[in-house]
């Protein structure tokens, strides 16, 4: 392939994802369980510049170690960055993996899987998304929310409507609850009652006191509604 076509197909694929952001995840859909855009986020975000799109190539043949490590990058990458937006729970990265073969879908699930426990405790989430994504919508299982048109993977700093992805695992929760807990306690009734639902079903399923580790809590990021 030559260097003129490769750049034509960057610049089709970063042209893609934009119109994705703009006319799916930046707009309402009436099977995402809740009012609003797919993500409430990516609309005041792109007003202040604070979602950044960089492409990284794999090559035909990526396996999974590659895949991760790529992911894994994208972490230092976002806390490395130089962000203009003051507002941190607006900021997210975007690495769009354009020549990622169909065939490698399933590998770029698992190696999303083997990073999010990383992810977690260093206070970031990852997503994968891809044209055949399986992962659900938290408030409607049977909607296949993370599907686009061209591989990506998304970071973003951890925010209090993480409990839908962080119930599940008790390490993830307690990263979550250190964070977060104190807000429960303190502003429950500023807090959508679903969250709070969740994060007590979280408790009493990890057998975890109402008390967060002062030394962690109070994070200042989003209570807006989640992507997903």
Not at 72 to 88: G, V
Not at 189 to 207: E, F, G
């Amino acid at each position: 392939m030559t260097t003129d076509v490769l750049t034509l197909d960057l610049t089709e694929s970063l042209d893609i994802v934009d119109e994705w952001l703009s006319f799916y995840v930046a707009q309402p859909h009436e099977q995402i369980g809740r009012p609003g855009a797919v993500c409430p986020f990516v609309a005041p975000a792109r007003r202040v510049n604070a979602i950044k799109t960089v492409v990284r190539l794999v090559g035909p043949a990526a396996g999974l170690p590659l895949l991760a490590e790529v992911i894994r990058c994208s972490l230092d990458e976002f806390e490395q960055a130089d962000w203009s937006a003051t507002n941190p729970s607006l900021r997210s990265l975007l690495v769009v993996l354009p020549d990622l073969p169909r065939g490698a879908y399933p590998l770029f699930d698992e190696a999303h899987a083997l990073v999010k426990s990383e992810s977690v405790e260093r206070g970031l989430m990852i997503g994968q998304f891809h044209p055949e994504c399986p992962e659900p919508a938290a408030r409607n299982p049977s909607f296949l929310v993370s599907r686009s048109p061209v591989p990506l993977v998304a970071v973003r700093a951890m925010a209090i409507h993480d409990i839908f992805f962080l119930a599940e695992r008790a390490e993830w929760f307690d990263e979550y609850r250190r964070r977060f807990g104190g807000r429960h306690r303190r502003q429950a009734k500023n807090i959508d009652p679903v969250l709070t639902a969740h994060y007590r079903k979280a408790l009493a399923l990890h057998q975890r006191s109402d008390d967060p580790d002062p030394s962690r809590a109070g994070n200042p990021t989003a209570v807006s509604e989640p992507t997903a």
